[in-house]
């Protein structure tokens, strides 16, 4: 289609769209400005529309610039804006991008601006999402992902992306319809900056990934399981973290009522005194605290030639209750400047310690097979214990 200045287009695309025969085909965009105050929209498999570097998309409506809602059994939906297509949204408008619920969709080179009372893509349900090299800056919400009756969005992969500017760069919640958690999405190698409230709120969330990724924002750059609703098995591994601002503003990861977490070789960079000092803050959720929670090596800040404060904390401090940390408390070591205090015995592999103001007197009943104890009455000397055969057995000192 050609270019117009002020051609309402949205109605023109739309009826392409929908005489396309049912194996789908391709509507073209070339570079230029449009107005449109018509939504678009996509509704058969196969359909493809692409829009051409150096094309602005200037929605005025009030409602979805773009809808893409494929008719049953489908294949792949495609919006192609290779690499500088502008989408550009307006006041009263809702979503930039709408993905109502069906199978294999492909988002990828759009810029999606200003949609600042809705989101710049949204998700109801959809399933199979690629979400690739997209500029997304200055909506409500980045990405916002919420489920549907019967649909959740799952298998929703957000690779190469520079979400920017929005209040949230990606919102996934619950929709409070019969379905499933969001299941099995990934974010991969995003860039995520000046987002107000926070980069990535996972509230209705399990088997997630988050790796690779760049975080610099106000707010939390990780909050799962604080949104009222128990996640499950997130994975934070391998992220760049920078901290900039005053003191107490954020901290890196927040897990609310979280039911497995693994936080693994991420790095920390920033001002010093920045953040809270929590790498990894533990909020009590509606159902209760994080639980089962692994750290392996889970923060540096190795070009300070230290490790991040504290790279686990509970509601602001480092005494962390023991049912947060999972059976292998400390796979692959936690190193801290300072020191982590536990409100129970330290699990390590099969064993715990742990440590007592009372005199020991050997053998006596013990509990804990396996476990080492410290006992340190006032004014005498501290002395080990182990307990096997369920009684304590000194611990000989070495010569």
């Known amino acids: 289609m050609g270019s117009a200045q002020q051609e309402d287009m949205g109605a023109k695309v739309s009826a392409q769209l929908a005489a396309m025969p049912l194996v789908g085909g391709t509507v073209r965009i070339p570079a230029g400005s449009y107005s449109f105050a018509t939504t678009i929209k996509l509704s058969g498999g196969g359909q493809h529309l692409q829009c051409d570097a150096g094309a602005e998309l200037h929605y005025t409506g009030s409602g979805d610039a773009i809808v893409v809602e494929p008719r049953k059994g489908g294949p792949y939906v495609g919006i192609d804006g290779e690499g500088g297509c502008k989408l550009l949204g307006n006041d009263t408008a809702q979503n930039g991008i709408r993905l109502l619920h069906g199978n294999t969709f492909v988002i990828r080179g759009m810029r999606i601006v200003g949609f600042k009372h809705g989101n710049g893509i949204s998700l109801d349900g959809a399933n199979s999402v690629q979400i690739l090299s997209n500029a997304i800056i200055g909506n409500q919400h980045g990405i916002d992902m919420v489920t549907v009756p019967h649909f959740a969005p799952n298998a929703i992969h957000v690779a190469d992306n520079e979400i920017f500017n929005n209040d949230w760069a990606v919102y996934s919640h619950n929709g409070h319809a019969p379905a499933t958690r969001a299941l099995g999405n990934v974010y991969r190698d995003n860039v995520f900056e000046g987002n107000h409230t926070g980069d990535l709120f996972l509230a209705w969330d399990a088997h997630t990934v988050v790796e690779g990724n760049y975080f610099e924002s106000t707010g939390a750059?990780?909050?799962?399981?604080?949104?009222?609703?128990?996640?499950?098995?997130?994975?934070?591994?391998?992220?760049?973290?920078?901290?900039?601002?005053?003191?107490?503003?954020?901290?890196?990861?927040?897990?609310?009522?979280?039911?497995?977490?693994?936080?693994?070789?991420?790095?920390?960079?920033?001002?010093?005194?920045?953040?809270?000092?929590?790498?990894?803050?533990?909020?009590?959720?509606?159902?209760?605290?994080?639980?089962?929670?692994?750290?392996?090596?889970?923060?540096?800040?190795?070009?300070?030639?230290?490790?991040?404060?504290?790279?686990?904390?509970?509601?602001?401090?480092?005494?962390?209750?023991?049912?947060?940390?999972?059976?292998?408390?400390?796979?692959?070591?936690?190193?801290?400047?300072?020191?982590?205090?536990?409100?129970?015995?330290?699990?390590l592999e099969q064993g715990a310690v742990g440590s007592t103001a009372s005199a020991i007197k050997p053998g006596e009943a013990c509990t804990t097979e396996g476990m080492l104890l410290i006992s340190r009455p006032a004014n005498q000397t501290a002395r080990l214990y182990f307990c096997s055969g369920f009684k304590w057995q000194p611990v000989a000192p070495p010569h």
């Open 221 to 347: 750059a990780v909050a799962a399981g604080t949104g009222g609703d128990k996640v499950y098995d997130i994975q934070v591994v391998r992220n760049y973290f920078t901290v900039a601002g005053v003191p107490g503003y954020r901290s890196e990861i927040e897990l609310g009522d979280v039911s497995g977490a693994l936080i693994e070789g991420n790095y920390e960079e920033g001002v010093g005194g920045a953040g809270t000092g929590c790498a990894v803050n533990v909020v009590p959720g509606r159902f209760g605290s994080a639980n089962n929670v692994r750290l392996r090596n889970a923060f540096s800040r190795v070009s300070e030639g230290k490790m991040s404060a504290h790279e686990l904390c509970f509601q602001g401090k480092p005494e962390i209750p023991p049912a947060v940390l999972g059976q292998n408390r400390l796979t692959g070591g936690l190193a801290v400047d300072g020191s982590v205090k536990l409100s129970g015995p330290l699990e």
